[in-house]
């Protein structure tokens, strides 16, 4: 079973962005794979290291692709949502720079964060703007 499966419920009804979601589920799930699965000590750490990498490059772009769109359409939340993103690089920033310090151990509640600020950023920020432009008919 994967860590995290994606569910009807974090449907913003946006369909571009459903499909980033959903990616970025796959990429936390394979993270996962890599931390707590791979038993291989030596292709564990490139196993790491890549799904990481992944994990990072698509959360920039995804949140650089939906702050253009909210920028197009004009959405009146633009700054605060822009800020959570920005917290969360931040975040991610941190963790690649303790991951590349020689003590770091991967945990549970590592994991455990990254899963619970995407979902929540998706069930409560990304919501609203999806509902603001389902009534712009953009779906
Ligand atoms: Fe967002
Ligand atoms: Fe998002």
């Given at each position: ?13 946006i ?13 936390i799930n394979?993270l996962y794979?890599?931390?707590?699965q791979?038993?291989d000590?030596?292709q ?12 990072v ?13 909210l920028?197009t ?5 633009y700054m ?7 917290q ?28 619970d ?10 919501k609203q703007?999806g ?9």
């Amino acid at each position: 079973m994967a860590f995290w499966e994606w569910q009807e419920t974090y449907s913003i009804n946006i369909n571009k962005f459903d499909v980033h979601h959903q990616k970025l589920f796959t990429l936390i799930n394979n993270l996962y794979a890599s931390v707590f699965q791979c038993k291989d000590t030596c292709q564990k750490q490139v196993l790491i290291r890549k799904t990481l990498a992944e994990l990072v490059d698509y959360t920039y772009y995804h949140f650089a692709q939906e702050e253009e769109f909210l920028l197009t359409y004009e959405y009146p939340d633009y700054m605060p949502h822009k800020e959570e993103h920005e917290q969360f690089k931040k975040h991610l920033t941190q963790l690649m720079e303790q991951y590349e310090d020689d003590t770091f151990v991967w945990s549970l509640p590592v994991l455990i964060f990254l899963k619970d600020w995407i979902s929540l950023h998706v069930l409560n920020t990304d919501k609203q703007y999806g509902s603001y432009l389902n009534e712009k008919n953009v779906k």
